[in-house]
C-alpha cells in the first residue's frame, strides 16, 4: 500500500488513490473518485460552485481561502488523487499548505495553465511545470515521468504515488526559486522558446477566422531545432500555439516534403470544464472528411477521425496512422472547414 504523506498542516493528510479508498470519505483533487468531495475541473466533477475555477489548483486556492472550508471539506481530512501533473501536485500541495499558498497564488496559478492547458501564462510558469511534469504536451497521464521526482531519486520514477512523495516537499522551492531547477527545465524550455520565436519573427502565422473561431495555424519546418521539425515526429508546439491562436478550433498546417500535413484540434483546456475560458463546442467532422477525401490527390494517405491525443479531431494520415503529405493547400482546407462551421442560414446568404 502506498505510503502516507504527511506534510506541515497535521491535520491533512494526502495518499495517492488506491482501492483500498474506494468507500473512505476523502477530498478528490484535480482527479475525479467515488465517494468523496470535488475539488476538481475534470469533466463529470461536482465541486461546490462556489469554489469552481477553470484549473484544480486555482479551485484548491479558493477553498483554502474560503471562510466556508469546514463546511465545503464536511472536516473530512484526507486528500487524494488519481494522476500525477502539474496541475494535480500544485492543486494537493495547495490543500495540504492551506492558508500560507495564498502567498504563491501568482505563481500557482501559470503553473498549473501551462501544465494543463499548455499556456504561456509567465515564463516561470512554464518552467515550474517542466521541472514538475516534464516538457510533453500537457496530459492527466504523462507517461514520461516527472523530471524534479526523476532528479530527487537519482533514478526515473514510474510510480505515480512515490512521486508524489519526492515533489511534495519540493513545491514551494521549485515556485520561489525556479532558476534553481534550470537543469531540469532548460532543454523544454528551450523547444518553447524557439517555437515562440518562429511566430515572433513571421516564420510561422496564425490566420484567424473569428467568425467560425478558427485558428489556421502554418508551421515553420525549423520550429523547433535547426536540423528541422519533422511533424510526424515531433508533438506541435502547443504552449507557442495557445500563445498566438484565438480559435476554438485549431488546424495545424506543416510544409512536408511535397505537401503539407495537416491536424484538426481543439484547444488544450477544452478537455475540462471551464468557467472563464469558453466551452468549445464539439462538431461532427464526418461530412467535411468525406469531402476532403474526394478531393485529396495523394492517395496513399487519407482525412481520418483521429482522438488518439487528448484535443486531437482530424488528421491526414498514411496506412501506419502516421501524419502524411496532403496535396491540398491550406487555403482549400480552410475554405471547406469554413463552410462545414458556418451556420447554415449564414453560408445561404
Known amino acids: 500500500m502506498p505510503k502516507l504523506l504527511t506534510r506541515k498542516v497535521p491535520s491533512v ?17 484535480d482527479g475525479t473518485v467515488s465517494n468523496s468531495i470535488h475539488f476538481s475541473h475534470w469533466e463529470g466533477n461536482q465541486t461546490p460552485d462556489e ?18 472550508k469546514q463546511r465545503l471539506t ?14 494535480g501536485v500544485l492543486s494537493v500541495w495547495t490543500v495540504l499548505t492551506g492558508e500560507r499558498a495564498r502567498d504563491l497564488r501568482e505563481q500557482l496559478i501559470p503553473a498549473a495553465e501551462a501544465g494543463d492547458f499548455s499556456e504561456f501564462s509567465t515564463e516561470n510558469g512554464v518552467r515550474a511545470s517542466i521541472v514538475i511534469q516534464g516538457s510533453d504536451q500537457a496530459s492527466p497521464n504523462n507517461e514520461t515521468g516527472s523530471p524534479l521526482a526523476a ?43 524557439s517555437a515562440i520565436e518562429s511566430f515572433e519573427k513571421g516564420k510561422s502565422k496564425v490566420e484567424e477566422h473569428q467568425d467560425v473561431h478558427l485558428s489556421l495555424i502554418t508551421l515553420a519546418p525549423e520550429v523547433f531545432s535547426p536540423i528541422g521539425f519533422n511533424p510526424t515526429r515531433h508533438v506541435a508546439p502547443y504552449t507557442a500555439i495557445s500563445r498566438y491562436a484565438r480559435g476554438q478550433i485549431f488546424l495545424i498546417a506543416t510544409r512536408f516534403r511535397q505537401g503539407w500535413t495537416y491536424r484538426i484540434d481543439y484547444p488544450y483546456y477544452s478537455w475540462a470544464e471551464t468557467g472563464v475560458r469558453p466551452a468549445v463546442k464539439r ?11 474526394q478531393i485529396e490527390q495523394n492517395h496513399d494517405g487519407r482525412w481520418k477521425l483521429d482522438n488518439s491525443e487528448m484535443t486531437s479531431v482530424v488528421k491526414f494520415l498514411d ?3 502516421t501524419l502524411a503529405a496532403s496535396k491540398l493547400l491550406p487555403d482549400e482546407v480552410v475554405s471547406l472547414m469554413r463552410a462545414e462551421l458556418l451556420p447554415k442560414n449564414a453560408a445561404r446568404v
Open 51 to 68: 469554489v469552481k475555477a477553470d484549473t484544480s489548483t486555482e479551485i484548491a486556492l479558493n477553498l483554502v481561502a474560503s471562510p466556508n
Open 13 to 29: 493528510r494526502f495518499e495517492f488513490y488506491h482501492a483500498g479508498l474506494e468507500n473512505v470519505p476523502k477530498l478528490s483533487v
Open 319 to 321: 496506412p501506419s496512422n
Open 283 to 293: 462538431h461532427d467532422f464526418g461530412p467535411l472528411i468525406s469531402q476532403l477525401n
Open 74 to 87: 464536511q472536516g473530512i481530512e484526507l486528500v487524494t488523487n488519481n494522476h500525477f501533473d502539474t496541475d
Open 151 to 193: 532528479y530527487l531519486a537519482g533514478k526515473e520514477i514510474s510510480d505515480d504515488a512515490e512521486a508524489y512523495e519526492l515533489v511534495l516537499p519540493e513545491v514551494e522551492r521549485v515556485l520561489r526559486n525556479t532558476g534553481d531547477y534550470e537543469s531540469l527545465w532548460r532543454s523544454g524550455w528551450e523547444a518553447i522558446a
